[in-house]
């Protein structure tokens, strides 16, 4: 069964993070969500695979010599 979580609130409750990392996040893209009316909903399940593959991606950027 889906978790969805609705709002931005919902959003800082599912990650823990800070109120500006959540906007940081839906404004760049990073994660997946629906929209009805002025109302965001985001997928549990999505939103963590999602910033998985960023995660991953982002893993190979070492600059050691």
Not at 17 to 34: D, L, M, V
Not at 39 to 55: C, G, N, T, W
Request: hydrophobic share 30%; net charge positive.
């Amino acid at each position: 069964e889906k978790q969805l979580y609705y709002g931005m609130k919902g959003l800082q409750k599912l990650l823990g993070c800070s109120e500006a990392s959540a906007h940081k996040y839906k404004k760049t893209g990073r994660i997946p969500f629906s929209q009805i009316g002025h109302k965001l909903i985001f997928d549990r399940d999505e939103v963590l695979a999602a910033l998985r593959v960023k995660k991953l991606e982002g893993g190979h950027t070492s600059t050691s010599k």
